[in-house]
């Protein structure tokens, strides 16, 4: 790849295909400079696709933030895909603040890419989400250390509880 081809491509992957925040930083300009075509665009966001889906962790949801930011530019649905198969072999054994946060995360990945997405898709995802949501309720507060209530605007288990029984109201309304 050529230095201008690399130079459009760290533009592009680095606003996870945004033109809007190339544009407020000054950088849209420079990138329409370099005639990129809509196939090679498409090709380098799932190229991301492919990255951060290998850097999913239960550690951390770095990721599964950055899928999200991907699909508010790039509404894929293998986005949903990875992080529900993820998601679906992973975050049973993890603690109950990365449970919350993925099922969240995963909630607004589906509100991108369900026009995108198929009925079975869907459906698995608001099964497996449902799942996610429904073990953290039932089960005692689990927080591995660094991961402090406070910094989630979480006081204790009622309120972990309160915070998933809403995102189970929110998949509910989104099946209807």
Known sequence: MDQQAQRAKELLTSYYG????????GK????????????????????L???FDGELSIR????????????????DSRILDHVIAFTDRHLMSSDSIVKLMYAEHIILIIKLVKDKSSTEQLHNAYKVT??????????????DPGHELQHFQIKDKKSL????AKSIELIKEMLH
């Open 18 to 25: 945004s033109y809007f925040q190339m544009h407020r930083d």
């Open 28 to 47: 849209y300009e420079e990138y329409k400079t370099y005639d990129v075509a809509k196939e090679t665009e498409t090709e380098w966001l799932e190229e």
């Open 49 to 51: 696709i492919v990255k």
């Open 60 to 75: 951390n949801w770095d990721a599964v933030i950055q899928l999200w930011s991907l699909a508010n530019n790039f509404p």
């Open 130 to 143: 449902a799942l996610l949501l429904e073990d953290i309720i039932a089960k005692p507060l689990i927080i």
């Open 161 to 164: 509880n309160n915070r998933a």
